[in-house]
């Protein structure tokens, strides 16, 4: 018995309206789900880290769950537009039901499908093209990335540029009533967008999703032979040296807006990573870049294999061949998660937020801007009430202090379970300014952490217990009082006699005063770590390191943290300067 075409037109349309249907759902939860999950890491990060200042959060995400979210707009008008085609096909039958009714007949036998059904159909098929084209495949599998084997997450999706004045943050003046800078002229032909900066900032990550078949083909389309033992010279540089070790250059006329018709778009973003990251240092140091491109495998097609050892001979890490989650395959667990119940247990928080910590030294050395913030009132005691009296920023920064305590936040994360010390001419200076503006209570705080006066020959829990006394904050057992005073002066001199400083040391000590020389320089000859709030200091440090860095890519000054604020002391009259 024969089948009728119209039935069976019928029938494939139908199941086609379901399977967009499906897979509408499918992404759309799976894109709630992803959204949940950045929001829930969003939050952890805000209730553990102090905002700063001139940044909107310590890790930036906001273009990435842009792109999230706009993703999800578009599947909910995907969706909008399946559930139309249902309704106008329902419609359709229905129309046709009556008329067959009225005409009291059997469907007649057709050839094929009338406009109206070539257009559902082809409706349908852009629908489902759409669907399997969704950028939410690579989303997922960049934040999946990110959970696993990124640790200290800093930022997402962002442009850095291989003109080192690019890369410089863009700081507006107007706040210390200045002429307002112009940003930098940035070219985006001269940059590389980095999916994910982690490692506390000195590791990024370029997540491809190229395949074998669209790798073989453009090689084959930009007349690639790499049958031969030997590489194309034209992207086969020399001596570049960067944290992997030995490398290759890069030629200097590569990305500088020109086309490169013959460049491989893998090689092209290896060679463009790492020009944006030799312009820029952290800690120094220029950023280790890695790709990963889930889609290739290793060991599986030579030409392939050479393309990868080309990217790694520049000094950049590959990896292929990563499972991850198909978003278009049925996962029963997945699929009926609820994206309110997700909770920061859901996440590897531990290992994905960012540690200032991490690295720091067994020893800390103590600036006098924190030293002072460490006996302050402000720092100490809770809803302290605005005074006529008070300097402007002296208000300002019991605002502050009111929303983010900088004890809790910031310095006791800093300091707890490590041996604090401090060079001579910074108590000094620090208890010159205590007994001339200080309180009673910020007196007696000095004498605490110095263990001196009616402290002295104190044990570190009665200094504590004492501490405890005069504070509103819950002070850390593992917080080491006293706090040492070192001779600065006897460990510089002998670094200067052994040669521990790098030439540059000269044009630093230009810059500094006998204070700061004897702060920051003690720490550099120790190889400690010196937490300070002075950011204008550090940053002519390390302006000047590296404006004669000169082809030293090894050179690093001083192990600095600078904490984002500091604190007064609150005895300062209104007109003395902050």
């Excluded at 706009?70 to 039958?93: I, P």
């Excluded at 086969?236 to 006329?253: C, H, K, M, T």
Aim: contains cysteine; hydrophobic residues 35%.
């Amino acid at each position: 018995m024969g089948t009728n075409p119209e039935d069976d037109a019928k029938t494939s349309s139908t199941a086609t309206t379901a399977s967009a249907t499906i897979l509408c759902t499918r992404l759309i939860h799976h894109c709630r789900l992803l959204l949940a999950e950045l929001d829930t890491f969003q939050n952890a990060i805000a209730s553990r880290f102090r905002r700063h200042q001139q940044q909107q959060h310590l890790v930036e995400m906001r273009l990435l769950r842009s792109n999230i979210a706009s993703e999800l707009k578009t599947l909910e008008k995907l969706a909008s537009d399946t559930r139309a085609l249902v309704a106008e096909r329902a419609e359709k039958e229905k129309r046709r039901e009556e008329k067959r009714r009225e005409e009291q007949q059997q469907p007649q036998q057709q050839d094929g499908y009338d406009d109206d059904d070539a257009d559902l159909v082809m409706r349908e098929a852009r629908i489902i093209h759409t669907l399997r084209s969704s950028n939410l495949s690579f989303l997922t599998s960049l934040w999946t990335i990110a959970k696993d084997r990124c640790p200290g997450i800093i930022s997402f999706s962002k442009r850095f540029y291989w003109d080192k004045d690019a890369n410089k943050p863009f700081v507006d003046s107007k706040e210390d009533h200045k002429q307002q800078a112009k940003p930098p002229n940035k070219d985006k032909r001269k940059s590389a967008f980095v999916d994910i900066v982690y490692g506390n900032g000195e590791d990024w990550m370029k997540v491809s999703s190229i395949n074998e078949s669209r790798l073989l083909f453009e090689m084959a389309e930009k007349g690639w032979e790499l049958d031969s033992e030997e590489e194309d010279e034209s992207f086969s540089p020399q001596n570049l040296q960067l944290e992997q070790g030995q490398s290759r250059d890069i030629p200097a006329d590569h990305g500088e807006g020109g086309e490169d018709s013959d460049q491989l778009e893998l090689i092209t973003m290896a060679f463009d990573m790492i020009k944006a990251a030799r312009a820029t240092r952290v800690r120094y140091r220029s950023p280790r870049v890695h790709i990963i491109a889930p889609k290739l495998e290793e060991g599986k097609v030579p030409e392939i294999d050479k393309v990868l050892n080309i990217i790694r001979s520049y000094g950049v890490t590959i990896e292929c061949g990563i499972p991850l989650r198909d978003i278009f395959s049925h996962d029963e667990a997945y699929d009926k998660r609820d994206p309110n119940s997700i909770t920061e247990d859901d996440l590897p928080l531990s290992s994905m937020l960012p540690n200032p910590f991490e690295k720091f030294t067994n020893i800390i050395n103590v600036d006098c801007t924190l030293l002072l913030a460490l006996v302050s009132d402000l720092s100490h005691l809770q809803k302290i009430a605005p005074s006529p009296s008070f300097h402007r920023a002296i208000i300002r920064q019991i605002e502050v202090e009111d929303e983010l305590p900088l004890l809790s936040t910031e310095l006791w994360p800093a300091m707890v379970g490590r041996q604090l010390v401090c060079t001579q001419e910074a108590i000094k200076r620090m208890k010159e300014i205590v007994s001339t503006i200080g309180t009673e209570t910020e007196k007696k705080r000095t004498a605490i952490l110095l263990g001196e006066g009616d402290m002295e020959g104190l044990d570190k829990d009665a200094l504590l217990r004492e501490l405890q006394n005069i504070s509103d904050h819950s002070i850390p057992d593992q917080l080491n009082l006293p706090i040492g005073v070192v001779d600065a002066h006897a460990e510089i001199d002998a670094a200067m006699r052994y040669k521990k400083f790098p030439p540059v040391i000269d044009k630093i000590t230009e810059i500094l005063t006998d204070i700061n020389y004897s702060v920051f320089l003690y720490g550099w000859a120790r190889d400690i770590v010196t937490i300070s709030s002075n950011k204008t200091v550090v940053k002519q440090i390390e302006s000047t390191i590296e404006d004669n860095r000169g082809d030293d890519d090894k050179l690093e000054g001083p192990r600095i943290w600078i904490c984002d604020t500091a604190r007064s002391l609150i005895g300062k009259e209104k007109n003395r300067k902050p």
